[in-house]
């Protein structure tokens, strides 16, 4: 395993931006990654792991220790009685993994069909779409110990999945690296429709849509709300849709009377920030490289050459704004690395 010495980071996200990373190495193994820990630790620089940088904002400075990207493939295919088991290699890319379920004739992510980056990057997260989140499809995810370079499987119930949230997000989750992730997927499963434009589109439909014509929808659906990541940087939704309680809810109503909201489990309600975001007048809103996508509120973009920080301050008057004008305080559902990157609820990093 070699280490590499002053990478730039940009390329390896979706944002394309991001300055150099003090070392650098690939990880294809179980063992490279034991290497890489200890080599890291003799030279006593922090880590940061990398996967397919899909939801990561590098500071301009990039990131002064080892940054870690992982590379571990492979899948391998189980029968289960009724389901099967599916496990994947950390390093594998998502979508392609997406088809290849698919293809060997398996329904449960159908509908997070097009998401860019790894499969171990979905568990931290729990990356969700179109009615599905990642989580309830996962068995187990297999991960690395920093600190002792020890195995451990977690089980579903051990990743303590939420929205946009899991135990390898809280601080002590960070000190594991996932290595392999493991699924429960079905022959025959019924299809996830819950999403209303994915209903729609087999509205008239006598049969039950196949996992690949699901999969077709979504494609189609995300086409027309996000950027092509080839000509554009993004790194999707930005920022998480806020819960609030019923009086701010309320008060929100008499503003905007068709704000989309969804009913929270444990109380309170979740509100479509993209569609409050339009309404506050930010949809399309360009400063400069950096702007609002102008299909999507949620989704800020890199037109070509933005820094960092011109990323950070626009995303920081999106704050104020949301804040001022309805004393909500919203958080970014993507995660920033290096110095002087820290927005209010997001946990420092590296
Ligand atoms: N809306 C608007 N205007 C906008 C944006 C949205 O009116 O500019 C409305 C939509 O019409 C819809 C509602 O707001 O009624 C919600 O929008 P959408 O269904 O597009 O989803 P979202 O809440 O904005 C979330 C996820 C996405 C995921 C979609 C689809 C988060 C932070 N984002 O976005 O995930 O693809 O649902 O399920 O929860 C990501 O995490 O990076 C991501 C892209």
């Known amino acids: 395993m070699e280490i590499e010495r002053e990478v730039l980071l940009a390329s390896f996200t979706t944002f394309q ?21 200890e080599w890291g630790e003799k030279e006593k620089v922090p880590f940061f792991v990398l996967g397919g940088g899909s939801n990561l904002l590098i500071s301009d400075d990039g990131f002064p220790g080892l940054v870690i990207k992982i590379e571990i493939g492979g899948v ?46 979905t568990p931290v997260q729990n990356v969700g779409a179109y009615g599905v989140e990642v989580g309830t499809a996962i068995a187990w995810v297999e991960a690395y110990s920093m600190k002792t370079y020890k195995k ?28 392999r992730v493991a699924f429960h997927l079905s022959k025959n499963g019924a299809p996830n429709l819950s999403y209303r434009e994915v209903r729609d589109y087999f509205t ?41 309680d019923s009086t701010t809810l309320a008060k929100l109503l008499k503003e905007f009377p068709d704000l989309p909201h969804f009913p929270l489990r444990g109380g309170g309600s979740k509100i479509a920030l993209g569609a409050l975001l339009e309404r506050l007048q930010w949809k399309g809103v360009r400063r400069g490289r950096v702007g609002v996508f102008e299909k999507q509120s ?33 958080v970014p559902e993507i995660v920033f690395i290096g110095d002087r990157l820290q927005i209010p609820g997001d946990l420092p990093r590296g």
């Not at 977690?154 to 390898?168: K, L, P």
């Open 17 to 37: 931006i991001g300055g150099r990373a003090r070392f650098f190495a690939r990880v294809r193994t179980p063992q490279d990654l034991k290497e890489a820990l």
């Open 76 to 121: 391998s295919l189980k029968e289960e009685g009724e389901v099967f088991q599916v496990v994947a290699g950390a390093g594998e890319p998502w979508d392609p993994f997406v088809v290849r379920t698919i293809e060997s004739g398996l329904s449960g992510l159908e509908n997070l069909s097009g998401i860019p980056g790894t499969v171990g990057g």
């Open 152 to 179: 451990r499987l977690f089980q579903n119930t051990d990743c303590q999945f939420g929205y946009r949230t899991s135990f390898f997000k809280t601080e002590e989750g960070r000190q594991w690296i996932i290595t």
């Open 204 to 244: 008239n439909r006598e049969t039950p849509p196949t996992p690949l014509e699901v999969r077709e929808a979504v494609l189609l659906i995300r086409s027309r709300k996000f950027p092509d990541i080839k000509v554009i940087g993004t790194a999707g939704s930005f920022f998480k849709n806020p819960a609030v």
């Open 298 to 330: 949620l989704v800020l973009v890199n037109y070509g050459g933005s820094t960092a920080q011109e990323m950070r301050e626009f995303a920081e008057n999106i704050i104020r704004d949301v804040r001022e004008k309805t004393g909500i305080e919203i």
